[in-house]
């Protein structure tokens, strides 16, 4: 048993045993950029790109899963980016958030993304390893989020370092995006919690790619197991400070078939990044839990699960026995993907539980949640984030203010489209009372949404680096929800601080110590961890805003 197990273990109990160190407090004036920054380096400006009207989100999450016949172009690539991680906005609304005071201070602005981040910080590096099948001299570059250019670190075909780093599987292609995280981008903040936290902004992000593209007819669907130390090599960066989570590659327009050079790249090793990050931190600190899980989790990173490993760990189906509770169909999303990426927010303290939702509303949310973690599937270039045909994630919902649905916990059957009745009643106190923060007001959300993962099952089928899929799975149904709230008109909210523990007690998941306890657990117990907290609702009308476009 790997000490992935132990550190889920820890991330289950933190609510009451804090994590080391308990008492870390950020030095916020000596924090780290929200991007990477390589001084003196070329740049080229992306170029702009429209979107299709018909391009919905009704057809982004109504894909089949299979492998879509579009093919990128450099367009495409640009307009995937920046609807995705590049800023499109500022955030001047007035919330409940802690970070209000220091919004209108330009040293300290929040500018607003398609994709959701623990915490707003943004840790993935995107990088995109051209060969000469591209429409640039090849080469790696660096996406800069700020100024929407790609900056380049590195002239030369090494694209065949990325093909051989897969390890044979994968498409005919010699174009490939690279996701790292910077974990200091993160940890400056959440010191031992960032590896879970920065897991699913990974997923986040690949999720926002998989809709938009999906909604174009195009394919996006990550490898998550590689020659991951081949890649840091290639990239510059060293394994403790950045850790290679994903390479996606893609099919590229114009290039024939079979066209990509099969050889061998150059040997790990022998070509280089030689342009370094230069760090805006004058101290930075290091984490034992962080450093043990990048260590724990790349040790195997190229021994990639079978066909099937994922089985045992699929989610548990709904049990028949408990009380039915009948969905309508879900709302229709006909908003074109980019407008509603550009829509997306937390909502920080503006429910308003005297508009409830719409039973349509939740059945939408419902489902583009579920499609999170499916859509799309294992195409040959790694594990995508259903597992390969295996549904991971189940999804819990406490009901506050539902049209047509009695206030308590249900548990939500996606093949059936229905939910059954786990317990009754009004759950706002029980959710109030084990959440951390208070930027929120749980009961004034119209539900509360609640993945969970069967964790142990997950390391116990494809070894520690299963911890990334389980968080990158999680990073997508959230990312999933987010998106629809915004073409439904809800607001929408994730959260990480929360008791764990009680959720599990709460909706009757088992013994603590069996969840979390790995290999030989309790037979009695679902094993599914509950990962994060997703609320829904109306928002207040009419709230105070800063038209900063116009100004």
């Not at 273990?9 to 609510?15: N, S």
């Not at 001084?39 to 492998?67: H, K």
């Not at 090793?269 to 962080?290: I, K, M, P, Q, Y």
């Not at 819990?396 to 548990?411: I, S, T, W």
Request: proline share 8%; aromatic share 10%.
């Amino acid at each position: 048993m790997g000490y992935a197990h132990d550190y889920a273990a820890a991330i289950m109990q933190r609510g009451r045993v804090p994590m080391a160190p308990a008492d870390f407090v950020p030095n916020w004036s000596d924090g780290p950029r929200k991007a990477k920054y390589y001084p003196g380096v070329d740049s080229l400006p992306l170029p702009a790109s429209g979107y299709p009207a018909d391009a919905s989100l009704d057809r982004a999450f109504g894909g089949s899963g299979e492998t879509l016949p579009g093919a990128f172009d450099l367009t495409s690539l640009s307009g995937m980016l920046l609807d995705s991680y590049g800023l499109t906005g500022r955030r001047l609304g007035v919330q409940a958030n802690t970070d209000l005071s220091a919004l209108p201070f330009y040293p300290l602005a929040n500018f607003s993304r398609g994709s959701a981040s623990g915490g707003g910080l943004y840790p993935v590096s995107v990088y995109w390893v051209s060969g000469p099948r591209g429409p640039l001299a090849p080469g790696v570059h660096y996406y800069s989020t700020r100024h929407h250019t790609m900056q380049r670190l590195l002239t030369g075909d090494v694209s065949g370092e990325v093909r051989e780093s897969l390890g044979g599987h994968g498409p005919d292609t010699d174009q490939y995006l690279v996701l790292g995280i910077k974990y200091w981008q993160n940890s400056f903040k959440y010191n031992s919690f960032s590896f879970h936290a920065v897991s699913m902004d990974l997923g986040a992000a690949v999720q926002t790619w998989r809709i938009w593209a999906s909604a174009r007819g195009l394919s996006v669907e990550p490898a998550m197991w590689f020659d991951e130390a081949r890649l840091q090599k290639l990239l510059g960066v060293r394994g403790e400070e950045e850790g290679v989570f994903a390479v996606v590659p893609l099919k590229w327009a114009g290039a024939p078939a079979g066209s990509a050079a099969k050889q061998s790249g150059p040997g790990p090793g022998n070509v280089s990044v030689r342009r370094h990050d230069v760090e805006r931190s004058r101290e930075v600190f290091t984490f034992d839990a962080l450093l043990k899980m990048q260590a724990t989790t790349s040790a195997h990173a190229t021994e990639r699960p079978a066909p099937g490993a994922l089985a045992p760990a699929a989610a548990p189906p709904a049990n028949p026995d408990l009380p039915l509770a009948p969905l309508p169909l879900a709302r229709p999303m006909p908003a074109d993907v980019r407008t509603t990426l550009r829509r997306r927010r937390s909502s920080f303290g503006r429910f308003d539980a005297s508009r409830p939702v719409t039973g349509e509303q939740l059945a939408a949310c419902l489902a583009a949640s579920s499609a999170g973690s499916r859509l799309g599937g294992d195409t040959g270039t790694g594990t995508g984030f259903d597992g390969g045909g295996v549904r991971l994630a189940k999804l819990y919902a406490f009901v506050n203010h539902v049209d047509g649905l009695e206030p308590g916990a249900y548990a939500y059957d996606p093949d059936a489209h229905e939910l059954r009745l786990v317990k009754a009643g009004r759950p706002g106190e029980f959710l109030q009372r084990n959440y951390f923060l208070s930027n929120y007001n749980l009961e004034q959300a119209g539900a509360v949404l609640v993945p969970t993962i069967r964790t142990s099952a997950v390391l116990d089928a494809v070894g520690d680096r299963g911890y990334r899929l389980v968080n990158a799975t999680i990073g997508a149904v959230a990312q999933s929800l987010y998106t629809a709230c915004a073409a439904l008109e809800l607001g929408c909210g994730v959260a990480l601080g929360f008791d764990n523990v009680s959720y599990i007690e709460e909706l009757g998941l088992g013994p603590v110590r069996a969840i979390s306890a790995g290999p030989g657990q309790d037979l009695d117990t679902t094993g599914e961890a509950p990962l994060l907290i997703m609320m829904v609702g109306n928002e207040r009308p009419a709230p105070a805003d800063f038209r900063y476009e116009i100004a």
